[in-house]
């Protein structure tokens, strides 16, 4: 199974302040078709995981442009340029271009 | 408005069976590809199945975690999926997802989880 290496576990921001999580895979997520299934997902607290970026860096209808994803082959990151009160939660990265997908442990954003 | 409604977790002793069902609506369901996803008390996500479309013949894939004792089928009249679970081990104690997305496309859809305890 592709392994997905998340940094860093947990993250203390400030509101307004810049955050950025990286998530690297064991093998090339470059699919067949060329494309690179890596996604990233945001879990609020109590809540199902909800999904930010599909394809890298292509934004998920509602989504504010805050965020933003970028990265290439084994080595992927989230960036938020301005984080809000609402974006506390724990993100995951998501592989699904080989079977089993996979997803990275998650990295806990918090408030500071 | 899209819905993904899990039912028919609880506890269970292990080694017994438990069948999940997901109830959706709001979308063709006959056309979407569906899968479980389960979240483990320690938090970690891990995809558990997938079914596809009656065009696909409906091909499912598991995790090798679960092959040989899941099951997952769907019935596309009632807009339903379901997670027949068997031979259950307290490792399968988790929150079960059902999900809808599509890995390539804006198609992402979960419902709001439901708890499977396995112990004795």
């Known amino acids: 199974d592709v392994v997905m290496t998340q940094t860093p576990v947990s993250l203390s921001v400030a509101i307004g302040q810049p955050a950025s999580i990286s998530c690297k895979s064991s093998?090339?997520?470059?699919?067949?078709?060329?494309?690179?299934?890596l996604n990233w997902l945001l879990q609020r607290p109590g809540q199902s995981p909800k999904r930010l970026i599909y394809?890298?860096?292509k934004l998920d209808s509602g989504i504010p442009d805050r965020f933003s994803g970028s990265g290439s082959e084994t080595d992927f990151t989230l960036k938020i340029s301005r984080v809000e009160a609402d974006d506390l939660g724990v993100y995951y990265c998501?592989?699904?271009?080989?079977?089993?997908?996979?997803f990275g442990a998650g990295t806990k954003l918090e408030l500071k | 408005e899209v819905q993904l409604v899990e039912t028919g977790g609880g506890l269970v002793q292990p080694g017994k069976s438990l069948k999940l069902t997901c109830a959706t609506s709001?979308?063709?369901?006959?056309?979407?590809?569906m899968h479980w996803v389960r979240q483990s008390p320690e938090k970690q996500l891990e995809w558990v199945a997938q079914?596809?479309?009656?065009?696909?013949?409906?091909?499912?894939y598991y995790a090798e975690s679960v092959k040989g004792r899941f099951t997952i089928s769907r019935d596309d009249s009632k807009s339903s999926v379901y997670l027949q679970m068997n031979s259950l081990k307290e490792e399968d104690t988790a929150i079960y997802y059902c999900?809808?997305?599509?890995?390539?496309?804006?198609?992402?859809?979960w419902g709001q989880g439901v708890m499977v305890t396995v112990s004795s």
């Open positions: 998501l592989q699904g271009t080989h079977f089993p997908h996979t």
């Open positions: 394809l890298v860096s």
């Open positions: 999900t809808w997305y599509n890995i390539g496309t804006r198609t992402d859809y």
């Open positions: 709001g979308f063709t369901f006959s056309n979407a590809w």
């Open positions: 079914i596809k479309a009656k065009s696909n013949n409906y091909a499912t």
């Open positions: 093998q090339s997520l470059v699919g067949t078709s060329g494309k690179t299934y």
